[in-house]
């Protein structure tokens, strides 16, 4: 299947940092990507849906000015998370949809996981 | 409001079939998703349904029935690392958004 890559896969930093997250697509192109976030035991929570050369959709309750996201090229989305709160500490993914054998299916990098001291 | 349902927790034993069910209600469907994910890792595709009926794919098949808002995974000849917990999606004609029901997480006993 393609291949979705995330930089980096862990990252510590202290309380009002801001963070980036890198989410590449590999070996396809995607005009669309996704970003989640997991807390631990629950499932996958879609936080904004990032457009190349658009501005991200975000999701009712997620905050834009908190949670920065660039999708400069059809294989690079950004997600920075900005003044971060120990509330923050989760495991972030993201996804990218391709079309494999006719289906349009979405897969996802590894997960950055997060924690704010 | 979207709504989508499976179980928390089962258990099962090596070598045997469990069946994960899934019902979901959604504004619009435009195909059901089974995930696999290993603790501390990102989910992993296994399966898409968009018409219904029954997909096999080796040991693992998956069932969809549009009218009822019904899915179920279906794994066979149980293996020890099937212990995982596995997140059933719903694809929305709203930006081609998937949303996840809250994973059930499968146990296998030896």
């Known amino acids: 299947g393609a291949v979705v890559s995330q930089h980096p896969s862990r990252v510590i930093c202290k309380s009002g940092t801001s963070v980036k997250i890198e989410c590449r697509s590999l070996d396809f192109q995607a005009t669309t990507m996704f970003w989640y976030r997991q807390f631990p035991k629950q499932s996958l929570m879609l936080m904004a849906t990032?457009?190349?050369?658009?501005?991200?959709?975000?999701e009712q309750g997620v905050e834009k000015d908190k949670f920065l996201i660039n999708h400069a090229s059809l294989t690079l989305s950004t997600l920075t998370v900005t003044s971060a709160h120990p509330e923050d500490s989760s495991f972030y993914i993201c996804?990218?949809?391709?079309?494999?054998?006719?289906?349009?299916?979405?897969?996802f990098g590894p997960g950055t996981r997060l924690l704010v001291l | 409001g979207q709504n989508i349902d499976q179980p928390t927790e089962m258990t099962a034993t090596e070598g045997a079939i469990v069946q994960i069910n899934c019902t979901y209600q959604?504004?619009?469907?435009?195909?059901l998703f089974w995930y696999q994910q290993h603790a501390g890792e990102a989910p992993t595709f296994l399966s898409y349904n968009v018409l219904d009926g029954l997909e096999e794919k080796g040991r693992f098949s998956s069932f969809l029935s549009r009218s009822k808002g019904y899915s179920y995974l279906l794994l066979k000849e149980l293996q020890m690392k099937d212990s995982a917990s596995y997140l059933c999606a719903v694809r929305t004609p709203s930006a081609s958004k998937i949303i996840f029901g809250s994973g059930t997480r499968l146990s296998i006993r030896p």
């Open positions: 959604t504004s619009g469907f435009n195909g």
């Open positions: 996804s990218a949809t391709t079309s494999d054998r006719g289906r349009e299916t979405q897969y």
């Open positions: 990032s457009n190349e050369g658009s501005k991200a959709t975000y």
